[in-house]
């Protein structure tokens, strides 16, 4: 890319706060576009760095993604290349286009989120993934990890609410998304889009109380017919989540647990390159 005449600097992140810090540093310097090389963790970290700094995109660099993490499940539904020199071909002819984010206060700790705010099932095998074998196995550790796990989930007691939506009872599994996937390849939210002003919600409650009966079904029936018949799902610009006990949703993989959560989309809070018709008709 250097050898193409576009100027590209490195830097690592080792620890948490690492992305914060060279964001600033970035800013401060007054490049054009940050890119953020790994998973969703990582895209969620470095988006949520520039949301913090500006309050809208006119100012704001815009935000490139070069897929390096473990399932790549934002990556993989907005269709941007796996190949790193094609992801950086495709941030530099691309020009950017607005997209949504969402802002999640969990007891008053707020966080950004670009993908998916996630909870039960799918959250809990993203948590207890063990990176060894993510390293060795990829997106198939989670899985395995899901199969092993799968007999011992149980159900969670919920009650959320938004503008003219109401529902309480039990669920196996909870998509917010401004994308569409999470969890290694887990489908929850099919038709979300990233700049639409809107969040998908879907809700997977137990078929009769059995976790192992609703997650057979669901194979069984495919995606989109077993989601058609079995969830609730809506569309909203802002929710709020309360547990009968604590819970964990995973912000693009990163967990996070409280008793309440309040979620709400902010249109347009970042610029992205993304290709021609990421995110459109699923």
């Known amino acids: ?42 895209l969620g ?35 941007i290349p796996t190949q790193p020199l094609d992801a950086l071909l495709l941030v530099a002819q691309t020009p950017p286009r607005p997209l949504d984010m969402m802002q999640v206060d969990a007891d008053g700790e707020v966080r950004w989120c670009v993908n998916m705010a996630s909870g039960g099932f799918g959250a809990d095998v993203t948590v207890e993934t063990h990176d060894g074998l993510k390293q060795v196995l990829g997106g198939l550790a989670y899985l395995v990890t899901g199969i092993a796990r799968l007999g011992q989930f149980d159900p969670i007691g919920a009650r959320i609410s938004g503008p003219d939506f109401a529902w309480q009872g039990e669920f196996i599994a909870l998509g917010v998304g401004n994308g569409r996937q999470a969890g290694g390849g887990h489908v929850l939210c099919p038709d979300a889009r990233v700049d639409d002003g809107l969040l998908d919600l879907t809700l997977i409650p137990p078929l009769s109380g059995e976790v192992v009966a609703t ?68």
């Not at 490195?10 to 948490?16: A, S, Y």
């Not at 964001?23 to 054009?32: K, L, P, R």
């Not at 520039?50 to 907005?78: H, K, M, Q, Y």
Request: aromatic share 4%; net charge negative.
């Open 215 to 282: 997650m057979t079904t669901m194979v069984s029936e495919g995606r989109d017919a077993a989601l058609a018949r079995h969830a609730v799902q809506a569309r909203l610009d802002r929710l709020e989540i309360e547990g009968a006990q604590p819970l964990t949703l995973n912000l693009d993989g990163e967990p996070m647990q409280a008793k309440r959560f309040s979620v709400r989309c902010v249109p347009a809070k970042l610029l992205m390159h993304l290709p021609d018709g990421a995110f459109g008709p699923a």
């Open 1 to 42: 890319m250097r050898d193409r005449g576009i100027a590209l600097d490195v830097r690592v992140i080792w620890e948490h706060g690492d992305a914060s810090r060279y964001v600033e540093e970035a800013i401060a310097t007054g490049v054009d576009c940050i890119l953020a090389g790994g998973g969703d963790g990582t």
């Open 45 to 79: 970290e470095v988006a949520g760095a520039i949301a913090e700094r500006f309050t809208g995109p006119v100012r704001a660099p815009s935000l490139g993604l070069v897929p390096l993490g473990t399932a790549n499940d934002f990556a993989t539904a907005a269709g």
